[in-house]
């Protein structure tokens, strides 16, 4: 306390210009409107700026929890889809009072955010923020909007990783859209927007720009689900099937957030197959 008392009494001429200091400038900005005007101006810019920044972040924080409310909102709306139903209507009887009394669900949705993604390896994987405890299956199939992901093949508790389309282990059933010729999708582990596709006979009547959608052969994906466009096609002398590449509908290099489906028959027909 002693030292203290003696700083201020060594320092009391510094002090007292400052107390006159802040006194001329209380007077000036009281007395003089462009004074006040301006200093008013400058604090006002900078606790704007200050709030703008501020609603900015908070913004940004609100922003994944309404992403992931969509996301279960279009969930919903895939799983009542008539491609994620399957019939149970007979002969005899028919129902015409509801669009859904004639199905029963067989695929369902759920959505999920994408934590991280490699897309430049030989074989790639993605990470997604839903495991054991929101439901999640081994070997369900994971989408976007538009194309194919990837199929979920190990689950924590609270993530689940995703072996990609673009892994060279990883075989798809794919079909021609408009003529329903099947192949396998696969991924020759070169340009991450390119895919191919083997096994189409090569009396086929391709073009490019067709359309290349999921077969439903397997238990993992629905049918009609788009992949890609075919880019490139070619028959090599004494081969039997094309040898074609599709431009992906999906940019995999950029894929933020993803469907899940969840095929409810798998157990059953893995079990009789």
Do not use: C
């Not at 093949?153 to 990883?170: D, R, T």
């Amino acid at each position: 306390m002693q030292q203290l008392i003696l700083f201020l009494i060594k320092r009391k001429y510094f002090f007292l210009l400052l107390l006159l200091q802040i006194v001329a400038l209380i007077l000036t900005i009281q007395n003089q409107d462009y004074h006040r005007s301006q200093i008013v101006g400058s604090t006002g810019n900078f606790i704007g700026d200050t709030y703008k920044n501020i609603n900015k972040f908070d913004s940004y924080l609100k922003l994944k929890d309404e992403n992931e409310l969509l996301l279960d909102e279009n969930a919903k709306l895939h799983s009542l889809l008539e491609k994620s139903m399957y019939s149970i209507s007979t002969n005899f009887t028919t129902y015409s009072d509801s669009i859904n009394k004639g199905f029963r669900q067989k695929y369902q949705y759920s959505g999920a955010l994408v934590i991280n993604n490699s897309y430049r390896q030989r074989n790639n994987y993605l990470t997604i923020n839903k495991g054991k405890i929101n439901g999640v299956t081994e070997e369900s199939g994971v989408v976007t909007h538009n194309g194919i992901v990837g199929v979920v093949n190990n689950i924590g508790e609270n993530y689940s990783s995703v072996i990609s389309v673009l892994n060279k282990n990883l075989l798809i059933n794919a079909k021609l859209k408009k003529s329903s010729y099947f192949g396998s999708l696969k991924w020759d582990g070169r340009n991450h927007n390119i895919l191919q596709l083997t096994d189409i006979p090569k009396h086929a009547k391709i073009s490019i720009g067709d359309t290349i959608t999921t077969g439903g052969y397997s238990s993992i994906f629905p049918a009609e689900i788009p992949i890609g466009k075919i880019s490139y096609f070619e028959i090599k002398e004494g081969q039997n099937y094309y040898d074609i590449e599709l431009e992906t509908f999906i940019d995999y290099a950029n894929i933020k957030s993803v469907y899940i489906i969840k095929n409810l028959h798998k157990i059953e027909l893995d079990t009789i197959q």
